[in-house]
């Protein structure tokens, strides 16, 4: 039944409801002078109101002043840029990073719409609130926060979307819709949207809404961004799908769950903290969560509460903390430490009691500037790359089929067939001339774009992110999943070639070659693949990427394994995974 059709059904038997009692339907009028403190929520408890709220919320058109017009164009051409430049190139060239590639411009285009709606949110570090359905996040962060009635906490486990809360000039909610457009809502219309709108017309907005914002004068933490995201897991998940299957509904529940699921993965990978909440009544971290977390590949260790922990006696809640502390070690999920804590005392239950607010103080820090531009050339950097290795492939094979072309051993019949083989070759080398040139252009072309987006909505960009926002943007670019079943993260470094790179001819593919760590000194970190090269990656690139006070010794192990891209001659890229 669609939306439209049910408020009808609704609001026809709420009008019989009231002719039956002696009253018309002039009442709509009164239902708009309905006190907000009655308990009674108007947008559930008029039809009319609520299809008004649904309409607004999910529209694509909006009333723009001049300035607005002109951002909404700069993006529309970022995304033309994206979709109908890059697309069309990297549909013809042979580039084994177009599908990548393209996925990466596209969620980097969604974040940019983001950016725009809520520039805001981009000045600071954004501390995630996770756990599955019914771990107390809400109720949590409203207790941390000091708001009591900050974030709606009567939870269905099909409606949540998630919510960034942090400080404003005026106290705000927004929400962003998957058109880009904000529409200002007020609490009563969060509370529906995110937990009664279901139940009252079944109607969720969790794929609806991309997130929403609130922004409040008084913040406790003016210098953070809260996120509040959905339970990656259903009711379902806890035991109760055979309710479920009783319903012929397990196929429709499975694929809300993915999708709650993917929405939940989706905005905590891009947080750069993570808190993890976990249910006293489930006695350690669960098998689930600890899969969850492990997938996300977090860039800074996690810090773990158990919520509702005046539920039960101070002893229970310590064997609970221990217990969790031996599941994460067994996991080797990074944590900063396990604790306890109660919404409803608004208590934390450590050794110091200050474990959770000595981790926001310290974090309470703005961002250098947006990562946007930097993600951007991280792509095409990449991108590029993957031509030139190409062309170095084709001019070593080119250099090959002529000596061999000159080799009065080989017949006059080989030689033509070399010939032939050689202006192919020739060919090939051209193309990709002319696709590394198109890709150059869109490259730049995107980057003024950008620039100007983020110059119109007052947003700077860096093109040095902190060592927070490296590993967090690194995480994004790997779509925050480890290549191995480690939790370390893959990290890309620019090495120089030093040796005789005819050798390389040898080489069928110049674009996967397995190396080790030979050695680190005083220059940098020595890459060997065989005794002809020697691969060094610079010790002040090392330092840009992980800090100055990087010890060389004690992050890159000798003899560990590492993938090594020839670009051309003189570089290559070394991709190594290292701890998290």
């Not at 200002?184 to 914002?213: G, P, W």
């Not at 709650?260 to 006695?283: C, K, M, P, S």
């Not at 350690?284 to 922990?309: C, M, N, R, W, Y």
């Not at 909505?457 to 480890?482: D, F, N, W």
Request: glycine letters at 4%; charged letters at 20%; aromatic letters at 6%.
């Amino acid at each position: 039944m669609s939306l439209k059709n049910a408020m009808k059904r609704k609001s026809s038997t709420t009008e019989t409801s009231v002719t039956n009692s002696g009253t018309n339907s002039a009442t709509n009028s009164e239902s708009d002078k309905a006190p907000t403190n009655s308990g009674v929520n108007k947008y559930l408890h008029h039809p009319e109101q609520g299809l008004a709220l649904f309409a607004q919320l999910i529209a694509n058109i909006s009333n723009n002043s001049l300035a607005e017009t002109q951002v909404s164009q700069t993006l529309a051409q970022i995304k033309y840029l994206i979709e109908h430049d890059f697309l069309a190139l990297a549909k013809t060239d042979d580039n084994t990073l177009s599908a990548s590639a393209y996925v990466q411009l596209q969620q980097l285009a969604q974040q940019l719409g983001e950016l725009v709606a809520f520039p805001h949110l981009e000045k600071y570090y954004t501390i995630a609130v996770g756990g599955s359905f019914s771990a107390g996040k809400s109720r949590f962060l409203n207790s941390v926060l000091g708001c009591p009635s900050l974030l709606p906490t009567d939870t269905t486990p099909t409606t949540s979307i998630p919510t960034y809360i942090s400080q404003g000039e005026v106290n705000n909610i927004n929400a962003l819709n998957f058109y880009r457009k904000k529409t200002a809502i007020d609490e009563e219309a969060l509370k529906a949207i995110c937990h009664a709108f279901n139940d009252k017309f079944s109607v969720t907005f969790s794929h609806l809404l991309q997130l929403i914002s609130v922004e409040r004068e008084s913040f406790k933490y003016p210098d953070l961004v809260f996120l509040d995201t959905p339970g990656y897991s259903k009711a379902d998940n806890v035991g109760t799908q055979s309710s479920a299957a009783a319903n012929n509904n397990e196929q429709a529940v499975n694929v809300e769950q993915n999708s709650d699921e993917n929405i939940a993965r989706e905005h905590l990978t891009r947080a750069d903290y993570l808190i993890w909440l976990v249910d006293q009544q489930n006695g350690t971290v669960p098998q689930h969560d600890i899969e969850f977390i492990q997938g996300l590949a977090l860039s800074q260790p996690v810090l773990v509460v158990i919520s509702k922990a005046d539920k039960k006696i101070p002893s229970e809640i310590e064997k609970i903390i221990n217990a969790a502390k031996v599941s994460l070690d067994r996991a080797d999920i990074d944590y900063l430490d396990v604790i306890a804590y109660s919404a409803r005392k608004d208590e934390e239950y450590s050794a110091t009691k200050k474990v959770l607010s000595n981790l926001l103080n310290q974090v309470s820090e703005g961002k250098s500037g947006s990562t946007v531009l930097w993600q951007l050339n991280t792509i095409f950097n990449n991108y590029i790359n993957s031509y030139k290795t190409k062309y170095h492939e084709l001019s070593l094979t080119n250099g090959t089929l002529k000596e061999l072309a000159f080799d009065e051993s080989v017949s006059d019949d080989k030689k033509v067939h070399l010939n032939d083989i050689r202006q192919k070759t020739k060919g090939e080398l051209e193309a990709l001339t002319k696709q590394q040139k198109t890709a150059t252009k869109i490259h730049q072309q995107l980057s003024e774009k950008i620039e100007n987006l983020c110059s119109q909505v007052g947003v700077k960009t860096t093109l040095k992110p902190s060592a927070v926002a490296l590993k967090s943007m690194r995480k994004k670019h790997h779509g925050g999943q480890s290549k191995t079943n480690s939790n370390g993260q893959f990290y890309s470094f620019k090495a120089l070639i030093q040796g005789d790179s005819t050798q390389l001819a040898s080489i069928a593919d110049l674009t996967t070659i397995s190396g080790t760590i030979a050695k680190t000194g005083a220059v940098g970190v020595h890459i060997n693949i065989n005794k002809t090269f020697d691969i060094i990656i610079m010790k002040q690139r090392i330092k840009e990427q992980l800090g100055q006070d990087i010890e060389l010794a004690k992050t890159f192990n000798v003899g560990q394994q590492v993938n090594v891209q020839f670009v051309d001659k003189k570089n290559a890229t070394i991709t190594i995974e290292l701890a998290g």
